[in-house]
């Protein structure tokens, strides 16, 4: 099997102004965008507000639906409401570090403020869970630095790599 057909993805932005209708959502859509490019599979969205059950739960619900990729977009930063690690840690049974250090550091690059970014990114069951900046930019930057490696880590979640060697 190839390893980047059909990937499912779930797409999941945290904004308080968002969720109550005040603010149209830019992120989302943009994952969205990407997604469809790639020939994935938009298998749920839901916008939520920067409430930790709110998040949880709803990280609970696509993990266990068996959505294999899930982005968050917002609450990642140091403002008194960006709870989105948290609430993602609360989630995770193993952390996946190495795409949210990827995205750090190549954004470094862009700009200082990404030092400010808290995401953490991890697995649940068969699902790899990624939290991304809130603005479609940043999205933009940081989907481009960990693409390359999506298809691979949703391959060995399905249990279809037998050799990473060959």
């Known amino acids: 099997m190839n390893n980047a057909e059909h990937i499912s993805v779930g797409i999941i932005t945290v904004s308080d102004r968002s969720s109550r209708g005040e603010r149209e959502d830019l992120s989302g859509p943009e994952i969205r965008s990407w997604a469809e490019r790639c020939g994935h599979i938009i298998s749920a969205e839901a916008v ?11 990280l609970i619900a696509f993990a266990d639906a068996g959505i294999e990729l899930i982005f968050t977009t917002g609450g990642t930063g140091f403002a008194q409401r960006d709870i989105t690690p948290e609430a993602t840690t609360s989630v995770i049974e193993r952390h996946a570090p190495g795409f949210a250090e990827a995205m750090r550091r190549a954004s470094m690059d862009i700009t200082p403020h990404a030092m400010l970014s808290r995401a953490v990114c991890g697995i649940r069951k068969k699902s790899l869970i990624i ?6 930019k940043a999205v933009r930057e940081n989907i481009a630095v960990i693409e390359k490696a999506l298809p691979h880590a949703v391959a060995l979640l399905r249990g279809s790599v037998r050799d990473c060697a060959s």
Do not use: Q
Request: glycine share 6%.
């Open 131 to 136: 939290n991304l900046p809130g603005s479609p």
């Open 48 to 58: 939520v507000p920067d409430e930790f059950d709110s998040i949880r739960d709803k």
